[in-house]
């Protein structure tokens, strides 16, 4: 879970990195370092950077309600 919650962080906080995981997942994850299941892979692929960005927003929102 750490590595998800980075990858959020550096997501929200990123517009470069928006624009390299948008363009190419894979190899921006293993770029940076980041491991993630295939089920947030799978969701991180075919989006744009505008829907990572809400997606980061998303899951920081839903964590701050726990």
Known sequence: ???LNALVQ???SDANFRRE???SPEATL???SFSVTPEV???I???DEKGLTELA???SSDKAAC
């Open 1 to 3: 879970m750490n590595d």
């Open 10 to 12: 550096k997501v929200s």
């Open 21 to 23: 995981l948008a363009a």
């Open 30 to 32: 293993k770029k940076y």
């Open 41 to 43: 892979l799978s969701t």
């Open 45 to 47: 692929k075919g989006m």
């Open 57 to 59: 927003s998303n899951f």
